[in-house]
């Protein structure tokens, strides 16, 4: 699920939402779900847990887009802590199998013209 990214309003995350679709387009496992919820920093991870819970969703995908920066920071906030194998990207594009308990919350800023 794809929370609202909070800041003004770029299109930041119908990109964000439309990337995301493109590429897990061949994995069935998984679905893209839009959520009209804005979680701010102030809310943080908390807020993210109880969207999750509430639908279902095994990852939310929250952020934010300072107005005063070129930079969106984006956190994963997963339902549960202990996934048997996860798949995520590092900073270098690099994609990692994380076995059982090692991935908890994690977060990654980038800059948005390489969104």
């Known amino acids: 699920m794809v929370a609202e990214i909070d800041g003004p309003d770029k299109g930041v995350t119908g ?3 439309q990337k995301l679709r493109k590429e897990t387009q061949n ?3 998984i679905l893209i779900i839009p959520s009209k919820q804005r979680i701010s920093v102030q809310d943080g991870s908390a807020v993210a847990a109880r969207l999750a819970a509430r639908e ?3 990852l939310v995908i ?3 887009n300072p107005a005063s920066s070129d930079f969106i ?3 994963f906030e997963p339902k549960q802590q202990h996934w048997r ?3 995520a990207a590092d900073t ?3 994609t990692r199998v994380y076995p059982e308990g090692q991935l908890g919350r994690y977060d990654i800023q980038q800059q ?3 969104c």
């Open 15 to 17: 990109t964000l939402i």
């Open 56 to 58: 279902n969703a095994d």
């Open 112 to 114: 948005l013209a390489d």
């Open 73 to 75: 920071t984006l956190y």
């Open 27 to 29: 994995h069935k496992d």
């Open 85 to 87: 194998s996860v798949l």
């Open 62 to 64: 929250w952020g934010r």
């Open 92 to 94: 270098e594009g690099v």
